[in-house]
Each structure stands twice: as structure tokens, then as C-alpha cells.
């Protein structure tokens, strides 16, 4: 995912829930396991849902490019599966508009489609999509695909990111430190999960909410010191709470440990 320029960041605006700061709504967590599979066809999707299902991947299921949209405002999948002809929105322009957006823009994308054309697939690239399947193909084939994608935008096959002393295990929800299971509430484990798969980076409180919260909840910026905070506290019996760093005038960066 990290080869991909997406300009510049868009800052959005968080509008505060009077009396319910701290206490962001509950979201669906975002984790990079997780297969957004927009299809119309219901056979097609039930095929695909329960074959990705059983290969270990959560599957959310759209009908329509409509429906996807409104599930991203909220959450953000790992992978995006993406049916070429919708009723409505084209999985095609849903690409586009996924790429322009830097909240979206970085998410893998496989275009399922019965065009075989040179032209369409040229066109498909165009759009930024990453893969391309071509119908009819097996489940077997498209799973095999969605793996190679996860191994090259840098999304672990295995769902285990490891880090030194840290293992995050996306399946099972659990982080370890030297081994020794660490309890971490939701947010902080989306949060970690964030900063790990961006080390080194520096994320200003709005983008933090944006890429760990959703855009479809409204909570204050400070909401994420308080997660800062929590997150820290989690790491420093183990001394490793330098490892969340605040980057003076923008937010929080993620220290990849040795
Ligand atoms: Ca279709």
C-alpha cells in the first residue's frame, strides 16, 4: 500500500457529539482481513462470500457501487472485490472515485469482469484498480488472487504483523508483547493496527479519525489523545511506550521496533 501517491490529504471536519465525547459510537473494526465484495448477482456473491469466508477472510457483501459507498464512509475493508457492471454506479467509476479520495485511495482493488478486451482491461488499469478477474473463473483462482494482492500491497496473508517485540494478530483480535497476550481495547487495537502498517509516519488527529474512527462518526479531535494515551499505557509496562511518539504541530507517529 505504500506505493501508491495519493497528493494531498484532505482534512476533514469532525463535528462534536455534545455530551458524548470519549465515547466514540461503536464502528465495525477495520481490519485489513476483511474483503468489501460488491456483486449484484446474489449467486455470485454467495459463491464468492462463502469460498472467501472459508479461506479465513470476513466478507462484506454490497449489491451495489451505492450501497459500497455508504459501508466506506464507516469502515474500511482491507481488500475491495468489485463487480465491473452494477445497476447504477459502474464498478469502474466507484474505482475512480475511491482513487481520488485519500481515505480510499490505497485500498487494493480486484475488478471482476466478463470483458476480455484489451481496451477494457487497459481501461480498468486506468482506473486504478490493481487486478483484474475475468468471468467465469473459479473461486479457487480469485482467492488465489486476493492473496497475491494482500502480499504485495503489504497486507500479511497470515493476519500476524510483527514488529519486534509486538504481534498483532488481526484474525484473533490479540496483541502479544514478548509473547504475553496484552489486553487492548477495540479502538487502541485499530489504532496500533493503523500505526503498524504505517510506521514512521505522521498522522495529524484528523486523520486518525478518518482512517481509525470512519468518517461517519463525529467525535473530537481530542478523543484521540485520550486513545494515545490508553494505547500508551498498554505499552509501557514493557518500556516500549516511546514507540507512539507526538510530533509536535501534527499528532502521533509509530516507531517501528528493532
Ligand atoms: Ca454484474
Redesign the pocket.
Known sequence: MQNRSTGHETVTKHVSNAGHENQPKQIEPMSSNTILLV???PEIRELLSFSLGRAGFQVWESPSAEDALQRLDGTLPGLLIL????PGMSGIDLARRLRRDPLTAEIPIIMLTARGEETDKLKSFDSGVDDYVTKPFSPRELIARVKALLRRTGTPESGLVDHGPLRLDLNAHQLTIHGKPVALGPTEFRLLEHFMNHPGRAFDRSQLLDRVWGRSVYVEERTVDVHILRLRKVLQPFGLQHLVQTVRGVGYRYLQPE
Open positions: 456483486e449484484d448477482e463487480d465491473w457492471m452494477l
